[in-house]
């Protein structure tokens, strides 16, 4: 089916947040009553700031981290087991044909802007997705063939060809609900109907939210919460340890967590996420042209001493793109294990021993620290690796990302379900592989066993075939003051969810 | 006058031993500097490791040996780029006429407002962050301070008796220049040098740190540094060995200056 | 006097023409469409032409540039292409920031600066000024971001007493404003006071040989009193020169020890302009900088002329 294919632009300007831990949107809130945490607030640390507030137009997962599901709300969200659950549609229903979904919406929802939402906003909001959206994100809508407003509290939308990715789509940010009138100043004062509003942003520094006395659903705990950027690991950690902050929302230097795991004014939360960081190859260049190199290079490198080195130990190893939170997660680790000797002679019959590789990397931390590694293991079995470092974004974008002038680098993949975004001919990695192409497409346009069988069958196929190579799963690693709830295990949603978090 | 004052003896010793360990470190190292162990990774100093080891197994000492290199490589050629051009600037300004030597001063003084730091950040945009990015742009930003006190210098030397006398006789300024001036304002250079050196290695430092500087895996004292700051409450050596080596390294070259120039004018000495 | 000023002024202009000619031509040449970049890499062309057209990009340079240095006049920054925001509230807002951090960190300077300093002149040959000397020398070899790590690792971390890093605007809350203050005004005024330190000495040693300091120490006057009534005007002159210089040093100096902080700073949004290839933004904080680096070296000429009434004759 044509929707994974075109999609597979997805985004990887998503790996900004490299180790973005988001939270999910869950079911109702912990908390009750109108305002149970009366005027208390709350400081978030986080690494990446947003260049801008208007996701439709700019690229990165550090905007959905703010807003997505605080300030806006989708028809649909995942809750922490991933699966599809209510959020302003209450209930929805699928025709036989898998084409047509009906959507009855919550009728007391209403925009910050004090208008009411309703289907014709569900149904602007998609239209507009096609019409005005420039990322490339927007292609998730390319299925839906109509989207129509049946009453104010129903919503029809036809898609073009069954799809399964489509509704998941719809709890990213693509489903985010806007207001009709509440669009002119999505860059800087965006508008939703969800239990924060947005209240201010000082550039550099910090993006305040407003609880929403308006919210329709059950209210927030705190008042406001302040949301603090931090460039450097270090300062982050510092911040926590000084009461500057409350949560780390994302640790960036693992190694540092020590200090916190032996205090016991803290607790430390350890899950996974959906970023996978994977060792890319650029599949049109002749040397990976031949499988026999991409598989010695998965042997040659021993992802637990990288992983140790590298990470701290923190995070998982996975032998594919699919995080353990995906229904269709298998452990494929042993499908190329650890043999320096088979990776050596494997290099030598398929005369690419002495060849020399670039690994061009993103100047991220883990890609530094990693990419150093690799070339390490790497030369042990008779490859040349040498190192340059892009700046990121903007310089390894063009270079890597656009044009594909690397042999191997380094990038956390952290969109949801991105296995066919990024093994694709037009990606980066530019993975021709028809046998992947079509069970792609079985698992998009089949009922639910066929999705997660030929999911299976996909994941495999990719680490079978060394389309890349995978280095391990990054954590979800939060560290909070003692008394904090609400904060999840896991992070696979977009979206940094503030309104179940609570002060005990 | 005193050949030898203990500025000059200290900043002689101290620059000299950066060098023989960058000598050094082309024969011999302990260890292959950027060869990864996990399985030595955060040892603590030891007989097989002196310094202990980094997060990736790599002997520290090692990468300190080596580091000298890439620092002594920054300031070679940051220095040397700042003197070609500056050396020129400063005797030309100094031979010129007067509006002429105004104008070059002037835009001289301009150069003065592009900070080293702030040019490589604009010529890592440009080309890249890269170790020659960072040498050329702290070398651009050193040529004024250069042009001005070579310019002073060689005033003076335009005025001496033999130059005037020189030009008197119609010589040309250029064989002028080549003959009397340059070789009279040799002194100058070399304190000039010393002392940008030292702000070479400041600055190399300060970059690596933002991450304009040495990309990895060569290593650098600056990188180093930023490296370990995951480590300040686990393994503080970690940034205890560059920083020291840092300071050192730029307490060696001010005081070589410092040195070189109560020997060079002793009307100066003990005055600096 | 008046001539030296109109001098000096003529220069000034001319400086700041040449400079921006010089920002603008730089800043054309960076690699990577500006546009291209907001938009992402997989933006369409259409969308890419669209952003173009609308910032303007699209046109000749000199248009560009003639429209750029007229908007800078009125005070117009121009909006950035990533965040569509007005720039120049926000580099009037950093500016203040750093402002603040480099104000105060070479007040920190100086005060350190002006007695060491002279005591090391006047005791030049005794104990105490050989081992501030030394002192100074290794405060001199020490990187700001290094000191600035050490007084967090003992100061905030380790004792508790100050915040580790963050910035809070003076009017919103001014004990917060300078708790926070104190570490990085520290950091960038122990090394800057060292430095200074070395040019007090030597002003000071200056002074102190002049014939009427000699004068007035035969005429019974210990060193110190003399120094305060007859030298410091003159020692002053020097010094001044070298607090300009190294002002203008620090505005961009600072970023690092922004970066150690986490303060939003000029230097900051610099780096973070260069990043996102927010080239309108990158291009006005150069100029900015570059603009005060000018002026204060243009002001510290007037000063110059103003402490030393030699030098208002002479030239």
Sequence with gaps: ???????????????????????????????????????????????????????????????????????????VKQDETGKIVPDLAKSWTVSPDRKTYTFTLVDNAKFTNGAAFTAADAVFSINRVKTAWTTSLKSAMDVVSAAKAVSPTELQVTLSAPSNGWLFR?????????????????????????????????????????????????????????????????????????????????????????????????????????????????NSRPVFKDIRVRQAIRQAIDHKALLDTCFAGRGKLIGSMVPPTDPWYEDLTGVAPYDKAKATAALKAAGAAGATLRLRLPTLPYAT?????????????????????????????????????YDMSIIAHVEPRDLGAVFNVKYYTRYDDPTLVSLLAAADSGDEAAQVDNMKKAARRISEQAAADWLFLLPNLVVADKNLTGLPTNAITESFDLSRLARS | MRRWNPS??????????????????????????????????LASPSWAHWFGTDKFGRDVLSQLMVGSRTTLFVGLVAVGVAAVIGVPVGVFAAMSPRWVSEVVMRGNDLLLAFPALLLAIMFGAVFGAS???????????????????????????????????????????????????????????????????????????????????????????????????????????????????????????NLLGDGLRDRFDPKLEDRR | MILRLVERAAVLVISLAVAS?????????????????????????????????????DRPLTTQYFDWLGGLLHGDFGTSYVSKVAIGPQVADRFQVTLWLVV?????????????????????????????????????????????????????????????????????????????????????????GAVLTRYVRSAVLDVLREDYLRTARAKGLRPFPALWRHGLRNAAVPVVTVLGLQLATLLIGAVVVERVFVIPGLGSLLLDGVSNRDLLLVQDVVMVLVVAVLVVNFLVDLLYVALDPRLRVAR
């Design chain 2, 131 to 253: 170790t020659l990015t960072a040498m050329v742009a702290i070398g651009i930003a050193t040529v004024p301070s250069f042009a001005r006190v070579i310019r002073s210098g060689a005033l003076q030397v335009m005025r001496t008796e033999y130059v005037l006398a020189a030009r008197a006789a119609g010589r040309r300024p250029f064989p002028v220049a080549l003959r009397h001036v340059l070789p009279n304002v040799t002194s100058l250079i070399t304190v000039q040098a010393s002392v940008s050196f030292a702000i070479a290695v400041l600055a190399e430092a300060a970059l690596s740190f933002l991450g304009y500087g040495t990309p990895p895996p060569t290593p650098s004292w600056g990188r180093m540094l930023q490296e370990s700051q995951e480590f300040l409450f686990s393994a503080p050596r970690l940034a205890v060995f560059p920083g020291v080596a840092i300071a050192v390294a730029v307490l060696g070259f």
């Design chain 3, 104 to 192: 105060v960190g070479m007040v920190v300077a100086l005060v350190l600066a002006a007695p060491a300093g002279t005591v090391m002149a006047a005791r030049h040959r005794r104990l105490s000024g050989l081992a501030l000397s030394a002192l100074s020398q290794l405060g001199v070899a020490i990187p700001a971001f290094l000191a600035g790590i050490l007084l967090i690792m003992v100061f905030a971390v380790k004792l508790g007493w100050l915040p580790a890093n963050g910035w809070t605007p003076p009017a919103s809350d001014p004990g917060m404003f300078l708790k926070q203050l104190i570490l990085p005004a520290l950091s960038l005024g122990l090394v800057q």
């Design chain 1, 1 to 75: 089916m044509k929707s994974y294919s075109t999609r597979a632009i997805a985004l990887l300007g998503a790996a900004l947040l490299a180790a973005s831990a988001a939270a999910c949107s869950a079911g109702s809130g912990t908390t009750s009553g109108s305002s149970p945490g009366g005027d208390q607030s709350l400081t978030v640390g986080l690494v990446a700031e947003p260049a801008s507030l208007d996701f439709t137009t700019t690229d990165g997962a550090a905007i959905p981290q703010v807003l997505l599901g605080n300030v806006y709300n989708g028809l």
């Design chain 2, 8 to 41: 000059l003896v200290v900043g002689l010793a101290i620059v000299g031993l950066i060098v023989v360990v960058a000598l050094l470190s082309f024969v011999w190292t302990p260890y292959d500097a950027t060869l990864v162990d996990p399985a030595v990774r």
């Design chain 1, 369 to 405: 620290s990693c990419g150093q590694v690799v070339k390490s293991q790497l030369e042990q079995v008779g490859l040349k690796v040498t190192i340059d470092q892009l700046e990121f974004p903007a310089a390894w974008l063009t270079t890597v990302f656009k044009n594909a002038d």
């Design chain 3, 21 to 57: 000619v010089l920002v603008f031509g730089f800043m054309a040449v960076l690699p990577g469409d500006p546009a291209r970049v907001a938009l992402g890499v997989n933006a369409s062309d259409e969308a890419v032409a669209a952003l173009r057209q609308q910032f303007g990009l």
């Design chain 1, 170 to 282: 719809m709890t990213t940010r693509v489903g985010a609900m806007f207001s009709q009138t509440g669009i002119d100043k999505l860059a800087t004062d965006p508008v939703g109907t969800g239990p924060y509003k947005f209240g201010s942003w000082k550039r550099g520094d910090s993006i305040v939210l407003q609880r929403n006395d308006g919210y329709w659903g059950t209210k927030p705990f705190f008042n406001q919460v302040t949301l603090k950027y931090f460039k450097d690991p270090t300062a982050l950690n510092n911040a926590l340890l000084t009461g500057t902050i409350n949560v780390i929302g994302t640790v960036q230097a693992p190694e540092a967590l020590t200090q916190f795991t032996s205090n016991s004014k803290y607790q430390v939360i350890e899950g996974t996420t959906n970023g996978e960081v994977v060792l890319s190859f650029n």
